[in-house]
């Protein structure tokens, strides 16, 4: 219940403690904010298939980024991630993750030289259920999505955890201050069953993210 009520400061505290005393005095921690767009596709053994109506959420974090060479950095990230599906007819399933992606950020700027670059970004995402509510009437507050919705019998579980790939493009600028802002929208498509029951589902997420790097934190 403290996870699920404060997922987004736990991963903000998380990744803070292990980045913080390698990067208050170098420009390395950022904080990032999303909107997501999100849905499951999920096919059946005969061959049909059901693409649910996209889910709109907010979210965000802490990135962290290690310089490799000139214009190219590796970026780990501890997002707070909201999903779901939420098509006419069905239970609006509402899910909360705990987004990890270990990303290639080609064209980062540097501290220093050139302030606008256009960015490329790649890599494996790891993603945590910490939430899941189902809303539908008579249900105004919903209910975890582990029991069986009370009007049909029916579950809607998901899988704990989930892996994909996530491509992301965008632009950086560096500011007067030093600091570097970025404009990026990326695509993941999960790559295991989000549904345990179903033949295959997959999670699939649009993100538009606003970056912001400080060269100074103190």
Known sequence: MIIRTYGPLVALLLLGAVAAPTSLHAQHLGVTVTRTSSKIRTGFGDGTALSSQNRDAFGGGLTYRKALRSRLALQPELLWVGKGTGSPGSPERSLGYLELPVLLRFGALAPTGSRFSPIFSIGPTVAVLVSCRL??????????????????????????????????????????????????????????????????????????????????WF
């Open 135 to 216: 809303k539908a009437p008579p249900l105004t507050n919903g209910q975890q999505c582990d029991e069986p919705l009370a009007s049909t019998n029916l579950e809607y579980k998901v899988r704990r955890v989930d892996a994909g790939a996530m491509l992301g493009f965008g632009v950086e600028a560096r500011t007067r201050s030093g600091s570097i802002v970025g404009l990026e929208g990326r695509y993941e498509i999960g790559l295991l069953g989000s549904e345990p029951d179903a033949g295959t589902s997959r999670n699939t997420t649009a993100y538009l993210m606003l970056h912001w790097v400080p060269a100074n």
